[in-house]
């Protein structure tokens, strides 16, 4: 079952699961080639590299299906791209608080904000990145 598949507003644990799943699965990949492009000391940085890319994205993942989840039950419109923005701004803002950088944060709630809502906008209208070729 994927992340579209479920209710919005309704099953938040669920999906939240599911961006975390995500999230760490992001998270190992990016660990993954940050650790073959630029080689650690030892196999314990490598493992210290590969944890914190991991848990960060991971806790980002959790952040972003929690709070769009929520926001859809507290604002009582579950289609709403706006719910979207929120968790995407909510997952920068964690981002520019582990990074202890108010730039950081503000850049990646606009940035994380408006990616989650023109991607739930694309949904709800039906956009393709590509299509079919015509014969």
């Known amino acids: 079952m994927g992340y579209w598949d479920l209710e919005e507003g309704k099953d938040c ?23 073959v492009a630029f080689q650690p000391d030892s196999a314990v940085a490598a493992l210290q590299r590969a944890t914190n890319g ?3 994205m991971a806790a980002l993942g959790a952040i972003f299906g929690m709070t769009t989840c929520l926001s ?18 909510a997952s920068g803002a ?24 023109f991607t739930k906008v694309g949904k709800v209208e039906g956009w393709k990145l590509s299509t079919e070729p015509k014969v």
């Open 72 to 89: 859809a039950q507290a604002r009582d419109s579950p289609d709403d791209p706006l719910n979207y923005f929120i968790g995407g701004c």
């Open 13 to 35: 644990i669920g999906k939240t699961w599911v961006t975390t799943k995500l999230g760490t699965a992001l998270g190992l990949v990016g660990s993954a080639y940050h650790i």
């Open 54 to 56: 991991t848990v960060t």
């Open 94 to 117: 964690f981002l520019g608080a582990r990074t202890h950088s108010i730039m950081t944060g503000t850049s990646a709630c606009l940035g994380l904000g408006l990616v989650a809502f």
